[in-house]
């Protein structure tokens, strides 16, 4: 069974850090694009940062470029997307996607919101 697990979401203050995790079982993250969304309240869901499969190439929502980055460890079979100098807009519940083909898998998500 293939499952997408997202974590590290919490309640951080503007330009805090968080780093959220998407661990995958069933599959092996390193043969799919894994892309990261987000999903604030009452807002469609909205691209955030993509990786390719073999993970030299890497985009991010002009929103986000600077600030957040999208990584692989194989090893762990999980990706990261690691989140500087937050603000309150970037408060959503954040979501991992992998592809390959008509292969589509999401998460459940993980919530951040970023507030003093």
């Known amino acids: 069974q293939v499952q997408l697990v997202e974590s590290g979401g919490d309640l951080v203050q503007p330009g805090g850090s968080l780093r959220l995790s998407c661990a995958a079982s069933?599959?092996?993250?390193?043969?799919?694009?894994i892309n990261w969304y987000r999903q604030a309240p009452g807002k469609e869901r909205e691209w955030v940062a993509g990786?390719?499969?073999?993970?030299?190439?890497?985009s991010y929502a002009d929103s986000v470029k600077g600030r957040f980055t999208i990584s692989r460890d194989s090893a762990r079979n999980t990706v990261y997307l690691q989140l500087n100098s937050l603000k309150p807009a970037d408060t959503a519940v954040y979501y991992c996607?992998?592809?390959?083909?008509?292969?589509?898998?999401w998460g459940q998500g993980t919530q951040v919101t970023v507030s003093s």
């Open positions: 996607r992998a592809v390959l083909g008509l292969q589509d898998y």
């Open positions: 069933g599959l092996i993250l390193t043969s799919y694009a």
């Open positions: 990786i390719s499969r073999a993970g030299s190439g890497s």
